[in-house]
């Protein structure tokens, strides 16, 4: 998951009108696809998530119709074979160069992770890398030449074996636009736009496929809170907001951003190709810096998605009227082990032990008012004050000693009042000292971008854990 961290106010003449057509047959199997209840993120970045077998029934529990993974493992895709779950699988990242210059590394792929499962387990889509154009290193810039060869020969592999009801996508993050707001004015960025984009549109529509979008309104609400309407962002707003180019009147914020890709498509000369959401949902909590990271929002967003996606007849967005968006929510569990801002390990609807977070049916059968109360949020504004980092209650002494010693390592000031004999050295123990110097480490190193999480041995506090010999250094926000 990547963040699309705000929204790029330039405005451009618009080149040409958004329409959208698909035939018979094509609107009967999109349909069919659509008409499922809402999709599932199955991520496993946790060393305490149950078992795939007890995930997948997790999975069936909360009524979702589809399960996305990200990769092909095999134990998952042999239980899926016994639900009625339709399924995506993924390639991962670093296999996208040696499929896309080779056909048979794409066959190799596709025998080992699709015929053995293929067709009891219900593949629907494969996805070819997730999110490549939000990384930008020469070796990520050779993985995005090879893109859009790889999504053809894995085609061209399952075609060859008589497979042609499973689509080859693959899921891009919003930051695959320069400018996204007024959505009339989506564009995409200048170095993806002729030598991947235009390849990816033009392959996304001779074969019929989707563009998926990880799409999050959460992000570019919160770049600013107090000015950003949160209602908004939860489909929860009376007021709208009319594109000033083209008319079109929004009622929330996902609609602008889901359109502002159209319109980015449109521009390039693909304005029919289809969108999918591979990814969006809403933190259940995150750091105290991080506003509006809660349950009460969590649930109230993807109430609502849920609502607007399994509508009958579909919504679609304002520029595509009627027409049916499949949708994965992100995520299945809050994964503890995802690097990152605490958000980060905070996206799921069930804990890792299978209880839910919030109520939710993702069938979309009940309606919103009949699901359970939640608690009352305390963070949607932005907080104010000192924030400490310690380390977490029950820590590893062992992990804490290693971690102590690299928080200490980068600068000599770090650690300097842990030294015998200074003000912070008793009480000597590992925890003290690797709370200190946590604190002090992310104090200095914030601004470049450090978080207080040191492998899951660190926490945010707004209680001052220092006495009165010993000042621990403290982030003011």
């Known amino acids: 998951m990547a963040s699309f961290a705000l929204f790029i106010f330039t405005l451009v003449a618009l080149s040409s009108s958004c329409s959208y057509a698909i035939g018979p047959q094509n609107n009967k199997t999109l349909l069919s696809l659509a008409s499922r209840p809402i999709g ?9 998530l149950p078992s795939p077998y007890q995930s997948i029934n997790l999975v069936k529990s909360i009524k979702a119709g589809h399960v996305k993974l990200y990769n092909a493992d095999q134990e998952t895709l042999m239980l899926l074979s016994q639900t009625n779950l339709y399924v995506t699988i993924m390639v991962p990242n670093n296999q996208i160069i040696s499929i896309g210059a080779d056909q048979a590394a794409a066959d190799n792929w596709v025998n080992t ?16 890398g997730n999110e490549i154009l939000s990384y930008n290193s020469d070796q990520d810039k050779q993985i995005w030449a090879n893109l859009v060869p790889a999504m053809r020969k894995i085609v061209n592999s399952l075609r060859a074996r008589g497979i042609h009801n499973i689509k080859v996508g693959t899921p891009l993050a919003m930051d695959v636009l320069r400018s996204s707001f007024p959505p009339s004015n989506g564009t995409f960025r200048e170095e993806v736009a002729a030598p991947v984009m235009l390849p990816l549109l033009k392959f996304l529509n001779g074969t019929n496929s989707f563009f998926f ?11 600013d809170p107090v000015n950003n309407h949160l209602d908004f962002a939860l489909f929860e707003s009376n007021s709208t907001y009319t594109d000033p180019q083209t008319g079109l009147v929004y009622t ?5 951003m889901l359109d502002s890709v159209i319109f ?8 029919n190709v289809r969108l999918a959401i591979s990814e ?23 109430r609502n998605l849920i609502k607007k996606m399994t509508a009958n007849p579909p919504l679609g967005t304002p520029a595509r009227r009627g027409s049916p968006i499949p949708t994965f929510l992100f995520s299945l569990f809050n994964e503890n082990q995802k690097p990152g801002s605490g958000t980060e390990r905070h996206w799921g609807i069930l804990n890792p032990n299978g209880t839910q977070i919030y109520d939710i049916d993702l069938s979309g059968t009940r309606p919103v008012s009949s699901l359970g109360s939640l608690p009352k949020p305390n963070n949607n504004v932005p907080f104010k004050g000192n924030v400490w980092c310690v380390a977490v209650e029950g820590a590893n002494e062992t992990e804490l000693g290693q971690a102590l010693d690299f928080a200490c390592g980068r600068s000599n000031a770090t650690c300097a009042a842990l030294a015998p004999g200074r003000e912070c050295y008793a009480p000597v123990s590992v925890t003290w000292h690797a709370s200190y110097a946590f604190s002090s480490y992310w104090a200095q190193f914030r601004n470049q971008s450090s978080q207080c999480y040191f492998n899951g041995l660190a926490r945010e506090t707004t209680t001052n854990p220092g006495n009165e010999q010993c000042k621990f250094p403290s982030v003011t926000l």
């Open 40 to 48: 599932i993120n199955y991520g496993r970045l946790g060393n305490n």
């Open 280 to 302: 969006t949902g809403w933190p259940n909590s995150g750091d105290i810096d991080e506003t509006g990271a809660n349950i009460f929002n969590a649930a109230t967003y993807n």
């Open 113 to 128: 992770n699709v015929l053995p499962h293929y067709p009891q387990t219900r593949i629907r889509f494969v996805l070819v």
């Open 213 to 223: 979008l990880d799409v999050y309104p959460y992000f570019p609400w919160s770049t």
């Open 264 to 271: 980015a498509m449109t521009k390039l000369g693909y304005p």
């Open 252 to 256: 929330n914020l996902l609609d602008q």
